[in-house]
């Protein structure tokens, strides 16, 4: 048969047999977004974690209206089987910090280049809105806080945008201390 587009149908059988491999091979990075209720940048975050394959998401501080048809719509469904959980309580949070290393990515007095950062696994990686950055909890909660170096006049770039360019830099980093990923 010549080479061709798979149609969904296609693609849908290859996903289902992917997906229990995908969920047993997760790499120990998991997102905290604070505040985040902007639907594309949630959706691309889902995006991020599928294609990365991040153990969580976890979704602080939302509207009490979110729209969660609209999210599953921007994530283009993976919010259907990306793992996520909904916590607007700070006592959660600082549960789950009994079990990994929190890292703010925002600038702070304290934060260093992300470049120069060496994480521990496992690790939540803590992301704000665009409006009002991380929130002040969570910067007092977190181990460490990383940032992306800004070259130009603007201070700041797209949150979904500096999320996948941290994430990446955290795969990065663990594949190169880990035999894991994509075997």
Do not use: W
């Amino acid at each position: 048969m010549d080479e061709h587009q798979l149609n969904f149908k296609e693609i849908n059988k290859y996903h289902l047999k992917q997906i229990s491999e995908i969920h047993k091979n997760r790499i120990p990075i998991s997102v905290i977004t604070d505040g985040i209720n902007d639907i594309g940048n949630l959706g691309m975050i889902f995006r991020l974690a599928d294609a990365l394959r991040i153990n969580n998401i976890y979704l602080y501080n939302l509207k009490e209206h979110f729209n969660y048809k609209l999210l599953k719509k921007k994530s283009r469904s993976t919010s259907e089987y990306v793992s996520y959980e909904i916590i607007n309580n700070f006592n959660q949070i600082k549960h789950l910090k009994e079990n990994c290393k929190f890292v703010t990515l925002d600038k702070t007095n304290k934060s260093v280049d992300f470049i120069e950062f060496n994480p521990e696994f496992p690790l939540c990686v803590i992301i704000g809105s665009e409006k009002f950055g991380v929130s002040q909890e969570m910067i007092q909660l977190a181990d460490d806080s990383v940032h992306l170096p800004m070259f130009g006049v603007n201070t700041s770039i797209n949150v979904a945008t500096a999320t996948s360019v941290i994430l990446y830099d955290l795969v990065n980093k663990y594949q190169k201390n880990e035999k894991f990923y994509n075997k």
